[in-house]
């Protein structure tokens, strides 16, 4: 009996990835279910599964029934097959297919708690389900019939239009704008009356040179006691950031937290047709782990962005469940890791003070290819803008010193310390524009294997933070 067993786990999928003396004790745990006739087994969102069912012999039927009970997206199972592993993971415990059990099929019965102490206890036993419910999203008869989980509590993804919808199918606003002489106050005046918080300026061209938000107007003219009758184009903001219509739309809230941006322009083939603010695009977003990068970014502390770090397994395991893509998955990661970075330079800068020279702080590594996985070490340089020799060492102290307390920040928060020493704490990848210059020439004049992996590791790098830019 236990060697039937046995052989039957040993040639299903994932079981035969267990450890022989774990599938000897799954083989005396097996309960076995046969069927004499056949039967509805399982109902599709209704049914509570127990565990799961391992064919040993007989035949499944799987499907879904459509609104006119009609069998949708059918599937023939047969001995070494698992059913149930998705339902229990991913489903809230409910049947995620119908079944029909054959007539004289054989099942073993592994209860729910022993597999979820299985897939707790070997890594590649559990990502076999998310990898296949992954697989099987792409098909969109099932990813049609697959309900969604029906609360933030238990999910933090939104509708899949989230990853699906382009930015040409969101209603986007009209562009507002007026000349760069205009003044302040009748500009004010004209984002009242036309109820926009966000008014564009144009040349003579007709190009778009600037933009005013209401941010703007509060920040640096009535906080600064700005006379409202100087031109316009002294207080704007700038540069103009752009999305595509053909781009999607998590693509536009990721391209807005990297730039710090609150409106993009939308332009189709080099014409600004709108724009889009970052509060509608979130808005329709309830549920969408981006909601939770802008909550990352409401972090008053170092310590709050460690617990929010501690959360993001929560949320790639649900967008993995969910069957995203996996491209899409690692840029989410890659904009969280990003903006706590960001927080921590910020928090940095306010406690040793205006940064004496133009600076940027670089990524590389997977950070840097926007490749983010959740493990991950710090990989990170500075550039800073050459100054007269007499203030070279004060500005130097101040980055090694800044670049220390950064370092620090983001180990205690997870992101280790890179082993290989490539951080901008170290004093070798911290220096003035004119010494990267020098090192990226001699790198390049050298044919040395360390200086090829110092050029390739320096050249695929994202400058995601800089204040005031070089």
Same mark, same amino acid.
């Given at each position: ?14 079981? @035969?990835?267990? +450890? ?15 069927? @004499? ?14 565990? $799961? ?15 006119? %009970? !009609?069998?949708?997206?059918?599937? =023939? /199972? /047969? ?11 991913? %489903? ?8 029909? &059990? ?6 073993? #019965?592994? +209860? ?102 209401? =941010? ?21 903001? %700038?540069?103009? &950031? ?23 322009? $939308?332009?189709? @083939? ?45 949320? =790639? ?84 010193? #800044? ?22 704490? %170290? +004093?070798?990848?911290? /220096? ?6 020098? @090192? ?27 204040? !005031?830019?070089?």
């Amino acid at each position: 009996m236990i060697e039937k067993r046995l052989t039957i786990l040993k040639n299903t999928t994932p079981f @035969n990835l267990l +450890p022989d003396d774990v599938l000897l004790s799954i083989a005396d745990s097996l309960q076995e279910i046969r069927y @004499n006739k056949e039967t509805l087994a399982y109902r599709q969102e209704i049914t509570k599964m127990k565990g $799961v069912d391992i064919i040993a012999e007989g035949e499944y039927e799987t499907f879904f029934y459509d609104g006119q %009970n !009609n069998k949708r997206s059918v599937e =023939i /199972h /047969h001995t070494g097959y698992c059913f149930g592993g998705i339902s229990v993971l991913l %489903n809230r415990k409910k049947a995620l297919k119908s079944v029909i &059990v054959k007539k004289g099929t054989l099942v073993y #019965f592994l +209860p729910r708690k022993d597999f979820r102490a299985l897939c707790s206890a070997y890594e590649d036993f559990f990502q076999y389900f998310t990898t296949d419910f992954g697989n099987r999203m792409q098909d969109e008869e099932f990813a049609h019939f697959f309900k969604k989980p029906p609360s933030f509590e238990e999910s933090y993804i939104a509708s899949e239009q989230l990853y699906s919808r382009k930015i040409e199918a969101v209603a986007y606003r009209d562009l507002i704008s007026c000349k760069p002489d205009y003044p302040i106050c009748d500009a004010a005046k004209l984002m009242a009356d036309k109820k926009v918080s966000c008014l564009f300026i144009k040349d003579d061209a007709q190009k778009i040179i600037g933009f005013v938000t209401d =941010i703007t107007l509060r920040d640096r003219v009535i906080a600064q006691c700005i006379d409202a009758k100087q031109a316009i184009h002294t207080i704007m903001d %700038n540069p103009i &950031v752009t999305i595509a219509t053909d781009a999607y739309v998590y693509e536009a809230i990721l391209l807005m937290f990297r730039t710090k941006a609150r409106y993009l322009v $939308v332009e189709k @083939n080099g014409e600004y047709l709108g724009f889009l603010s970052r509060n509608r695009l979130l808005s329709e977003q309830a549920q969408s782990p981006l909601v939770f990068i802008q909550s990352v970014k409401l972090a008053l502390n170092a310590q709050e962005l460690k617990q929010k770090w501690e959360k993001v397994p929560l949320i =790639i395991t649900q967008l993995l469940g969910r069957g995203v893509h996996a491209e899409i998955v690692n840029q989410v990661i890659t904009t969280i890791a990003d903006t706590i970075a960001q927080k921590v330079i910020e928090e940095v800068i306010s406690e040793l003070g205006k940064p004496p020279a133009k600076f940027v702080y670089m990524v590389l590594g997977s950070e840097g290819r926007k490749e983010q996985t959740l493990k991950t070490d710090q990989d990170n340089a500075i550039i800073y803008e050459d100054k007269a020799n007499e203030q070279r060492e004060l500005v130097r102290s101040y980055f090694l010193e #800044f670049a220390k307390r950064v370092s620090d920040k983001l180990n205690d928060i997870g992101f280790v310390y890179c082993e290989g020493g490539y951080m901008a704490s %170290n +004093p070798k990848w911290t /220096h003035s524009l004119s010494h990267w210059k020098r @090192n990226y020439k001699s790198w390049m004049e050298e044919s040395l294997p360390e200086s090829a992996i110092k050029f390739s590791t320096f050249l695929i790098a994202d400058t995601f933070m800089a204040m !005031n830019k070089l």
